[in-house]
C-alpha cells in the first residue's frame, strides 16, 4: 500500500497539459503584497467538461527553515457546463511573506488525479 | 426563526469594508474567458489576524431568464499569520458565459459574518 | 437586481427532495461534544450524476444574541461517478457551542441551486 | 527542491496525534452506501484553537487496477472559538464504490502541515 504523496504527479508543463503554470516574480520584498498565478493547460489546454474537468487549485508556501509548509489558499471551480457557464483552471491572488521559500501549486482533474509543481521565491 | 438568506449583509463598499468589490467589464462577449477580480477591503482595509479575518470569496452568475444560480467558484484564505504568511481576500479568476446576468459575490469573516454584492453583465 | 440571499430556497423536506434535513438532539450540554447529522433527499432521493448533483452542504451556528452568524463546516461531495466513486449528500459532524441558538443547514445543488433549513438547539 | 508529496507525514496514530484515524468495515458489498468515520487525535487530543488546530480533512479512493485516485469528499473545519463555537476533526460521510482499493484520509494542522493514513477496502 503506498504512500499517499506518492500519488502526487509533475511533469514539464510544456508538455504536460496537467502540471499547474506558476508565475511570480523571483524576487520578492518581505511583507509585500505579492501576486501569484497559477493555471492549468497554458501550453496544451485541458478540456473542461462535466465528464473531464480541473476540480482545484491549492497553493502552499514552504519556508526556507520551517518544519512544515503552510497553505496559503484553496480555489475550487465549480461550474463545468451548468446553464452555459465554464469555469477556467486560473486564478490570480494575493499574499505577504517573510521570507525565501519554495511556492507549491497542486490541482486535482477528476479524471487524471493529483499535480504539483513548485517554484523558488527569494525575499530580499 | 429568521431565514438563512436574511443573514447577508449588504451595504457601499466605499463605507463598509465587508462588502466584496466587484471588477469586471460591463460587457462582454458570449463565449470569451472574462476576467473577474473580487477583493475585500479596497477603500478600508479589513483586519488579517488569527482573531479576526475573511475566511472565504465565493462567485456565482444567475443568467437572464434562469430559475436558479449557477456557482463559478470559490476561494478559501488559509494563512493569517502562521510562519508570517497572510493571505489577502483578492483574486482574479476566469470563466465564460453565454448570456447576459448578474454576478454575485459573496464573502464571510470569522466575526462579522456573511456579505454579498452584485454587477449586472451584459453578453452582446 | 435582487438580493442574493433571496436565492436560497426551502421548504417541507418530506415534499421537497433538495431541503437539508438536520439531526440533532433538542437540548445539548455547554460545552458538550454534540453530533449533527445533515443530508439530503431521506425521504425522497436526490440524483447523484456528473450532469445533476448535490455539490456542498455547510452548517452554521446562530447563537441567541448574537448579532453574526458562525460557519461551523463545509463538506464538498466530490464523486459523481467518477472510476464508480458516488460520494452521498450526508454527513454527520461534531462540534461545540456555549449557547443555545440556530443551526443552519445549506447545500448547492448544480442544477436547482441554493437551499435551507433551519432548527433551534437549546443549550442547558 | 523537495517533491510536494514528500511534505505528506505520517505514522501510528496512538503515538501521534495528527495521523488521521479511518474507520470502516474491512469488507463491503459493491454498490452498498458505506459509512466511513475520519477523525483526528483519538487517542491523544490535538489542540482546538485559533492559534492552532486542524483546517480540513480530505478521503480519496485509489481503486485495484485504477491509475488515478478519486477525491470522494472534502471537509473544512471553519469554528475554532469563535462565539464559543468550536468545529471538531471527525467526520462521518457515505459514499458508493464498486471494486476494491484503498481509502485514504489526508489532513492540515495551521502549525504541523499535511499528514495522511490508509486502509485497504475490500468490495465482495
Ligand atoms: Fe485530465
Ligand atoms: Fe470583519
Ligand atoms: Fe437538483
Ligand atoms: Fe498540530
Known amino acids: 500500500m503506498g504512500k499517499f504523496g506518492e500519488l502526487y504527479q509533475s511533469g514539464d508543463w510544456k508538455g504536460e497539459k496537467h502540471v499547474p503554470v506558476i508565475h511570480i516574480k523571483d524576487k520578492v520584498k518581505k511583507g509585500e503584497i505579492v501576486e501569484l498565478r497559477v493555471n492549468i493547460g497554458e501550453e496544451i489546454p485541458h478540456p473542461n467538461t462535466l465528464e473531464h474537468h480541473i476540480k ?10 520551517d518544519k512544515f509548509p503552510v497553505e496559503i489558499g484553496n ?3 465549480n461550474s463545468h457546463g451548468e446553464y452555459g457557464v465554464f469555469t477556467e483552471p486560473d486564478i490570480t491572488i494575493k499574499f505577504k ?22 517554484k523558488k521565491v527569494e525575499v530580499e
Open 56 to 65: 482545484w487549485l491549492k497553493v502552499y508556501f514552504y519556508g526556507e527553515g
Open 75 to 77: 480555489y475550487v471551480m
Open 97 to 118: 511573506v517573510e521570507k525565501s521559500g519554495i511556492i507549491y501549486a497542486t490541482s486535482y482533474c477528476n479524471i487524471h488525479g493529483l499535480w504539483e509543481n513548485s
